[in-house]
Each structure stands twice: as structure tokens, then as C-alpha cells.
């Protein structure tokens, strides 16, 4: 058996790459939250022990990636590669945690979608032989990503309705080609950027909803499944507004998503915790697959599950400027696990 294109934008990898160690780190927002237990590390003051807020992201993507690699029963220098990405200039965050390690590294860069961005480059290399053992790790600060993108804390800034709170957390996953237990990435359906003119840079939800309904729309005719065949479709950090969105679009194709969710409503109680419309920041939807989908695999809640994590492709420079928010969103199944 072969590795595969599925149609435009589809991999199936003949052996498929393992998942066997995931870690999490999480803020003190973050832990007060449905999913607060589940995380493997949590500070209460979200500095994690450093000076900055961006070195607090650094130490929490060391943290994440040392509670995977204790779970794969593996070492730092066991890693063929490191795959990682953030919301900061140069992804300065993955790159100051990487710069001890010694492991050869990709720093990647997809917003919000960075964790299923490095997942799927992280499995097309391992299953095309470029490696035994790779890690995929991703982080957000809220901090970090309010003085890069939007004002001073100290500025007390309001938010608009549609707004979502950047995650304070940090996911790693470690995969290897080698045959062992652990939930299996079975397909992945590359995103194309999706640009459908939303300008408003604090309605994120609207800007990647359009990206979620392509790749998810090309994910099923590329493999020739349909939505039922998953027993979870989970979108990355769109929130309330976007996920609606992405549902009303399958709605009017006469296809209603009835196992669908969105990591930016699971991570917060909206009801109880002031988000607004959900959470955001690529450690959103990393620590939700590190703390709650892949535990919920291994424990047989589920069996197939897509992870879609979306991105918005905009910078302070271009919302400066009055560009459009361009939008991306990648696909990964994971099946098995117990």
C-alpha cells in the first residue's frame, strides 16, 4: 500500500503516523474552565515563572512538549524533528523553546491553525520516511497576543460582542511511524486561504468561518466520506459566531452537522466566564486537543474524530492598512486509541 493524494487537497499516508505522548499547559483563566482538570500544567498568574509574557509562552510550550515526550516514554534528543509555531513576530515563542533542545526545527506559522498545520506537516514527513519521532507544539498568550495585535492592557480597551479571548495555553503532541497504541492520523486535507472581505479584526469567528466550510467541504469530497462517518467534528477557535456560521452554511446544503463542535465554546463556560464570544490563539485549540480529544480517544468516547484548527492570516501592519482578513483551516482525522 502506497501513500495517497485523495483529490485537490487530501493525504492518506499508507502507514499511518502514531500519537503516542500529548501534553498541555494552561493559564489560570484557562484552568477555571470545563476542561481545567485535564490539563497537565496550570499557573496562576500565567507567568510560568519568567520575566515577559512571551518568554511565559516558551515555558509553557517546554512544559506541553515535556509532559508528552514523559507520556511517549521518550527523551528531547529522541526527537527526529520539532515542528512549532505561535502568534508572535519571527514565532519567536517556539523559537526561544526550541533553542536548547538540539532538535532540527521547523518554525511554522499558520495563526490560529498552527497546531493542525504542524500535525500535518509533522505526518506527511514521518509517513513518507523522513523520520522515526516528531513533535508538534503550539502556544497563545493572551498577553503576548493583546500588545502585538490590539492595546496595552493597561489601555482597558472595550471589546466588541463578536470579540474572543486569546487562549493562555500550550498543546504538544509527539507522533511516531514506527507501529505502536495510540490514536492513528488517517487523512489530512491541506486548507487553501479563504478571503471573503471581513475587515473587522476583532470578529475573527466571521473571517475563518468561510476557511472551515472550504477545507471541511474538500475534506469529504476528496476522501468521499461524509460528515456521520466522524463521531466528532471539531472546528479550532471560530467560537460562537464562527461555529454558527460553518453550521448554517452545511444547513443550506442540506447537510446539517449533528457531531459538530468548535474549540473556542469548549475551552470557557461562556455563560460563567466574561470571553465574549469564545475563545481564540492557537493555544486554544492545541490544548484542547491535548487536554480533552485525545484523552476522549484513548478512553473510547470517541473513535474518529476531525480536528479542523482555522486560522486568520492577518497582521497589525494589515488591519493598519484596512486589508482583508484572509482565513485557513487544516484537517486532521484521527481514528482508534484504546
Not at 527526529?80 to 508572535?88: E, K, Q
Not at 475573527?204 to 476522501?223: I, N, Q, R, S
Not at 444547513?251 to 474549540?263: E, F, H, I
Request: proline share 4%; glycine share 12%; hydrophobic share 35%.
Amino acid at each position: 500500500m502506497e501513500n495517497k493524494k485523495l483529490g485537490r487537497q487530501s493525504f492518506q499516508p499508507a502507514s499511518p503516523p502514531i500519537i503516542i505522548g500529548y501534553g498541555s499547559a494552561a493559564g489560570q483563566k484557562e484552568s477555571s474552565g470545563p476542561l481545567g482538570r485535564h490539563f497537565d500544567h496550570t499557573c496562576k498568574d500565567d507567568t510560568f515563572g519568567a520575566k515577559s509574557w512571551e518568554q511565559a509562552e516558551s515555558s509553557m510550550q517546554q512544559l506541553a512538549l515535556d509532559a508528552a515526550l514523559k507520556r511517549a516514554q521518550l527523551h528531547t534528543v529522541d526527537l527526529d524533528l520539532m515542528l512549532a509555531g505561535d502568534l508572535l513576530n519571527q514565532c519567536i515563542g517556539s523559537g526561544y523553546a526550541a533553542r536548547a533542545s538540539g532538535v532540527p526545527f521547523f518554525g511554522l506559522y499558520g495563526a490560529c491553525s498552527t497546531m493542525g498545520e504542524s500535525l500535518a506537516l509533522a505526518t506527511l514527513l514521518l509517513s513518507g520516511g523522513y523520520g522515526t519521532y516528531a513533535a508538534a507544539v503550539t502556544s497563545s498568550h493572551f498577553c503576548s497576543a493583546e500588545r502585538q495585535y490590539r492595546t496595552p492592557l493597561e489601555y482597558g480597551c472595550q471589546r466588541t460582542p463578536t470579540a474572543q479571548w486569546t487562549a493562555t495555553a500550550s498543546g504538544a503532541v509527539v507522533l511516531t511511524s514506527q507501529s505502536a497504541k495510540g490514536p492513528a492520523v488517517t487523512r489530512v486535507t491541506v486548507g487553501k486561504v479563504v478571503d471573503k472581505g471581513i475587515k473587522d479584526a476583532n470578529n475573527m469567528g466571521a473571517a475563518m468561518a468561510p476557511a472551515a466550510y472550504d477545507t471541511l467541504k474538500a475534506h469529504f469530497e476528496d476522501t468521499g466520506l461524509s460528515p456521520d462517518f466522524y463521531d466528532l467534528i471539531v472546528t479550532g477557535d471560530l467560537g460562537k459566531l464562527g461555529s454558527e456560521i460553518v453550521s448554517d452554511f452545511f444547513s443550506t446544503d442540506g447537510v446539517p452537522l449533528s457531531n459538530y463542535n468548535d474549540c473556542g465554546c469548549l475551552l470557557f463556560d461562556t455563560n460563567q466566564q466574561d470571553v465574549h464570544a469564545g475563545a481564540s490563539g492557537c493555544g486554544c485549540s492545541a490544548s484542547v486537543l491535548c487536554g480533552h480529544l485525545l484523552p476522549g480517544l484513548l478512553a473510547g468516547r470517541w473513535k474518529r474524530i476531525l480536528f479542523c484548527p482555522t486560522g486568520a492570516l492577518h497582521s497589525p501592519t494589515s488591519t493598519m492598512q484596512g486589508e482583508s482578513v484572509p482565513g485557513i483551516c487544516h484537517a486532521i482525522a484521527l481514528e482508534g486509541g484504546r
